[in-house]
């Protein structure tokens, strides 16, 4: 049972990359996802959340209109898409799920994957 997240790597100021969190051994349905990041020497911070139903989202507000995230039960995984990435958006990016609501508090996750590394050049 775990989830492990992908699409990580260097792009320019301006560009996009696509993140991928893909369920193993469990079915994604009905959990919660929730994407965060951490810089070096920062807290862990939530980016953006789905429920497991209805699709309800919230993202922060650092991210709103560029980032949007998305699911596909089918495929066991769920997106974030990176727009107008910005140097500040360089960290490394974990999800993780929880079987409630959407939160935007790791605290509230008690499922995560390893990160994947984001870094966007100015």
């Known amino acids: 049972v775990q989830l492990q997240a992908s699409g990580g790597g260097l792009v320019q100021a301006g560009g996009s990359l696509r993140l991928s969190c893909t369920a193993s051994?469990?079915?994604?349905?009905?959990?919660?996802i929730g994407w965060f990041r951490q810089a070096p020497g920062k807290e862990r911070e939530g980016v953006s959340c789905?429920?497991?139903?209805?699709?309800?989202?919230r993202y922060a507000d650092s991210v709103k209109g560029r980032f949007t995230i998305s699911r596909d039960n089918a495929k066991n995984t769920v997106y974030l898409q990176m727009n107008s990435l910005k140097p500040e958006d360089t960290a490394v990016y974990y999800c993780?799920?929880?079987?409630?609501?959407?939160?935007?508090?790791?605290?509230?996750?008690?499922?995560w994957g390893q990160g994947t590394k984001v870094t966007v050049s100015s």
């Open positions: 993780a799920g929880r079987s409630g609501w959407i939160s935007s508090s790791p605290a509230d996750f008690g499922l």
């Open positions: 789905i429920s497991s139903t209805v699709g309800n989202t």
């Open positions: 051994g469990f079915s994604l349905d009905h959990y919660a």
